[in-house]
Nanobody
């Protein structure tokens, strides 16, 4: 079994930055794909960004140019740097992971079988 633990959420003013971390433990695997999804109150969980262990990345249009994902394979950890945050970025952010995910489906939550507990990100206007 794989466990994912997120950290780094919090409250920030619009225009500010936060960095989220997600550490995988247990029966970790490689190659892998890890990503972030988010869910705002009353809305569906949506894709934010993902990375494969070969370095391939995918970003939602809404965060391109503001968010950056990076992976540390040796530590089984991925980081999400969020800059120029907007109130509409407010949500619970979930880390997700699984074995190799195709480039075409990195943004599909159905591809990920392992999920973290979520971390709240709140952006005030």
């Amino acid at each position: 079994q794989v466990q994912l633990v997120e950290s780094g959420g919090g409250l920030v003013q619009a225009g500010g930055s936060l960095r989220l971390s997600c550490a995988a433990s247990g029966r970790t695997f490689g190659p892998y794909a890890m990503g972030w999804f988010r869910q705002a109150p009353g809305k569906e969980r949506e894709f934010v960004v993902a990375i494969r262990s070969d370095g391939t990345t995918a970003y939602a249009d809404s965060v391109k140019g503001r968010f950056t994902i990076a992976g540390d394979i040796a530590k089984n950890t991925v980081y999400l740097q969020m800059n120029s945050l907007k109130p509409e970025d407010t949500a619970v952010y979930y880390c997700a992971a699984d074995r190799w995910v195709s480039k075409a489906t990195l943004n599909s939550r159905e591809e990920y079988n392992y999920w973290g507990q979520g971390t709240q990100v709140t952006v005030s206007s």
